[in-house]
């Protein structure tokens, strides 16, 4: 996995444009069973990539924050949601409440996430390759399979399945 996520950066660089004409053409004419085949795709690929020997995205990007996480996760610490804000966020350019640093804070040194039962939406989603429409995430997608293993490799596969 080391080697993989030491390459990775180079690898997707090597494919954006690939990646880019592909889901072009995807968006403009999604297949018709598209779900279910992204939901097969994504299956597969997470019966073999153990998040644990990775956590890149833990320790790369962090997620998005909304209201509702900030509010639960807050509840966990017995915090009031301010004070977690304080604590733990700053706002982004977007105005939206993200990590104050990464590696994210919650991410312990075996990659387990210490706040896994009340996580961020955002990263239980992550990397959102089981989305429904999936192709309406094209743009997100082509950042995070610099990223994320699992989603470079779902791409790669879906490049080879579905012809546009
Ligand atoms: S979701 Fe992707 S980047 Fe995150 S730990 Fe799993 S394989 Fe790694
Ligand atoms: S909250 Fe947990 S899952 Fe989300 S980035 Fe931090 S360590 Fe990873």
């Not at 733990?88 to 939206?96: A, G, K, Q, S």
């Amino acid at each position: 996995m080391e080697v993989f996520l030491n390459n990775l950066p180079k690898l997707a660089k090597d494919k954006h444009k690939e990646n880019k004409t592909f889901f072009t053409k995807l968006k403009k004419k999604p297949p018709k069973q598209l779900d279910y085949i992204m939901q097969e795709l994504h299956e597969q690929e997470f019966e073999t990539t153990d998040c644990l020997t990775c956590a890149n995205c833990c320790k790369t990007t962090g997620p998005l924050f909304t209201d509702k996480d900030v509010q639960r996760i807050a509840k966990y610490f017995r915090q009031k949601p301010q004070q977690f804000i304080d604590q733990y966020l700053r706002v982004d350019e977007e105005n939206d409440y993200v990590l104050k640093s990464v590696p994210c804070t919650f991410l312990g040194p075996d990659n387990y996430c210490s706040i896994y039962d009340v996580r961020p939406k955002a990263c239980a989603e992550f990397p959102h390759t089981d989305r429904k429409k999936f192709q309406q995430i094209s743009n997100l997608t082509l950042k995070n399979v610099a990223i994320c293993p699992a989603a470079y490799n779902i791409v790669e596969k879906m490049k080879s399945r579905i012809k546009l």
